[in-house]
């Protein structure tokens, strides 16, 4: 049986990430208030914790020991909770539907002006005759309905090309820099005593944005720089202490996964999808704000995932040194264009730190991996 002292301890510690959990969500809704777009993932990896927090309420209010004042405030709470948990789901799906529609939306407004495709219907009814400034058929001469016609060729045959696309998205990766060949060798080197499904997880991003195209003498930095930061992730989680030892640890009492669920390849897709929308003022030669895309990056590393206490939190902190690192390159670096790469690149991490909270197996991984 616990100790009262010990029980009070645990109580506060309790109270604590309740505080940082309500911290979090006014942090979410602001931002959310503020940028007028709702990350689906982040939304996600918010329930995951409300769950959790829930849970940890509802048995420290049914604890033995707990005095009923308390257990009544805990029990509150834990109510409480339980309504975000029904609203933020819903929250999460309208989100997601929203950046479908969006996606359709621009689709359409791409297929505009480009030949042989038409996006309304135009009447081929002959004009009413109550027009006024309309002159009678009979009054026009062969002639002038000759040179019209030709006119009205002429004007058919002469396009206007469309606008040429920022980026596109290829089915296969141009491994540029050699990055992705390197970490794919590295993560089948220690898939052999190391469970590997979190370093493919990373690695899964980088091999996704280099499957995008651009015509922008940009598209090398906008690759390689959150490549070379992805890259360093793998390889602390495989390489250093104490990711090695904790990846090693549990290949020994769980199997090996080393291929992606389609729920979780689409939150890696989303994230780079948004990561190059983010871009396409830089890939079209129009620098946005530097100080605003600055301030998004600050928002998103302010919202970082840390999830509940039953993850291994080390792993997770050496995340979160990396997106400020990424984050400090984009205040110290004096190319403008750089700047906004990192800014994004800081948001895309902290973006796909939601996404692996809010996916159940490697939420599961993280949790088996503390001691």
Same mark, same amino acid.
């Given at each position: 049986?616990?100790?009262?002292?010990?029980?009070?301890?645990?109580?506060?510690?309790?109270?604590?990430?309740?505080?940082?959990?309500?911290?979090?969500?006014?942090?979410?809704?602001?931002?959310?208030?503020?940028?007028?777009?709702?990350?689906?993932?982040?939304?996600?990896?918010?329930?995951?914790?409300?769950?959790?927090?829930? $849970?940890?309420?509802?048995?420290?209010?049914?604890?033995?020991?707990?005095?009923?004042?308390?257990?009544?405030?805990?029990?509150?709470?834990?109510?409480?909770?339980?309504?975000?948990?029904?609203?933020?789901?819903?929250?999460?799906?309208?989100?997601?539907?929203?950046?479908?529609?969006?996606?359709?939306?621009?689709?359409?407004?791409?297929?505009?002006?480009?030949?042989?495709?038409?996006?309304?219907?135009?009447?081929?009814?002959?004009?009413?005759?109550?027009?006024?400034?309309?002159?009678?058929?009979?009054?026009?001469?062969?002639?002038?309905?000759?040179?019209?016609?030709?006119?009205?060729?002429?004007?058919?045959?002469? =396009?206007?090309?469309?606008?040429?696309?920022?980026?596109?998205?290829?089915?296969?990766?141009?491994?540029?820099?050699?990055? $992705?060949?390197?970490?794919?060798?590295?993560?089948?080197?220690?898939?052999?005593?190391?469970?590997?499904?979190?370093?493919?997880?990373?690695?899964?991003? =980088?091999?996704?944005?280099?499957?995008?195209?651009?015509?922008?003498?940009?598209?090398?930095? $906008?690759?390689?720089?959150?490549?070379?930061?992805?890259?360093?992730?793998?390889?602390?989680?495989?390489?250093?202490?104490?990711?090695?030892?904790?990846?090693?640890?549990?290949?020994?009492?769980?199997?090996?996964?080393?291929?992606?669920?389609?729920?979780? =390849?689409?939150?890696?897709?989303?994230?780079?999808?948004?990561?190059?929308?983010?871009?396409?003022?830089?890939?079209?030669?129009?620098?946005?704000?530097?100080?605003?895309?600055?301030?998004?990056?600050?928002?998103?590393?302010?919202?970082?995932?840390?999830?509940?206490?039953?993850?291994?939190?080390?792993?997770?902190?050496?995340?979160?040194?990396?997106?400020?690192?990424?984050?400090?390159?984009?205040?110290?670096?004096?190319?403008?264009?750089?700047?906004?790469?990192?800014?994004?690149?800081?948001?895309?991490?902290?973006?796909?730190?939601?996404?692996?909270?809010?996916?159940?197996?490697?939420?599961?991984?993280?949790?088996?991996?503390?001691?």
């Amino acid at each position: 049986m616990l100790s009262q002292q010990f029980r009070l301890e645990d109580l506060i510690d309790k109270i604590l990430l309740i505080e940082t959990l309500n911290a979090t969500l006014i942090h979410f809704m602001l931002s959310s208030e503020v940028e007028g777009v709702i990350d689906p993932d982040r939304v996600d990896s918010l329930t995951q914790g409300l769950v959790k927090s829930r $849970v940890w309420l509802e048995e420290t209010a049914n604890g033995e020991g707990v005095p009923p004042s308390i257990s009544n405030i805990l029990s509150l709470l834990a109510k409480r909770l339980s309504q975000l948990e029904n609203l933020l789901p819903k929250l999460s799906r309208r989100a997601k539907e929203i950046e479908r529609t969006g996606a359709a939306q621009e689709i359409i407004s791409l297929l505009d002006g480009v030949p042989g495709v038409k996006t309304s219907v135009v009447s081929e009814s002959r004009p009413s005759q109550s027009t006024s400034t309309q002159q009678p058929t009979a009054l026009l001469s062969p002639v002038t309905t000759t040179e019209q016609t030709d006119q009205s060729q002429a004007r058919t045959t002469v =396009m206007t090309p469309p606008p040429v696309e920022p980026f596109r998205k290829t089915d296969i990766e141009d491994d540029q820099f050699g990055l $992705v060949g390197q970490n794919r060798y590295l993560i089948d080197q220690y898939a052999k005593r190391c469970h590997v499904l979190l370093p493919i997880f990373w690695f899964e991003v =980088m091999r996704e944005i280099h499957r995008y195209r651009s015509h922008s003498s940009a598209i090398g930095d $906008v690759i390689e720089i959150p490549s070379q930061m992805l890259s360093k992730i793998v390889r602390t989680l495989l390489t250093e202490a104490p990711g090695a030892r904790l990846l090693q640890d549990l290949l020994k009492h769980r199997e090996q996964e080393d291929r992606l669920q389609p729920s979780e =390849m689409e939150r890696i897709e989303r994230a780079v999808a948004k990561y190059f929308h983010g871009l396409e003022g830089v890939l079209s030669g129009r620098l946005p704000d530097t100080s605003e895309k600055i301030n998004e990056a600050q928002n998103a590393l302010d919202g970082f995932g840390w999830g509940g206490p039953e993850l291994e939190k080390r792993l997770i902190k050496r995340i979160h040194q990396y997106c400020q690192e990424t984050l400090q390159s984009a205040e110290s670096v004096s190319d403008n264009t750089r700047k906004i790469i990192y800014a994004e690149t800081t948001k895309l991490l902290c973006k796909v730190q939601h996404a692996i909270l809010a996916e159940p197996r490697l939420q599961a991984i993280l949790a088996e991996m503390k001691p």
